[in-house]
């Protein structure tokens, strides 16, 4: 099963769940309830854009977003 990587990137660059809420939000509105679903596993599906938008503010590659457990 494929997860986000969001966490361990995060603690990688030394940055906060808070930190990247408030990057995506300058990109485009989420509400929190949202993102925390997103980067808590807790989502059945993730759209395109939302990938490259987590790359882009994480700086990495869409294969760094994903592990499989």
Do not use: A, R
């Not at 938008?53 to 994480?58: A, D, F, G, P, Q």
Request: proline share 3%; charged share 25%.
């Amino acid at each position: 099963m494929l997860q986000l990587n969001v966490d361990n990137l995060l603690k990688k660059n030394g940055k906060t769940k808070y930190w990247l809420f408030n990057e995506l939000n300058k990109i485009s509105p989420v509400s929190y309830t949202n993102f925390n679903n997103l980067v808590s596993n807790k989502t059945k599906s993730i759209k395109y854009d939302n990938i490259e938008k987590l790359c882009t503010i994480l700086q990495c590659e869409p294969n760094d977003l994903f592990i499989t457990k």
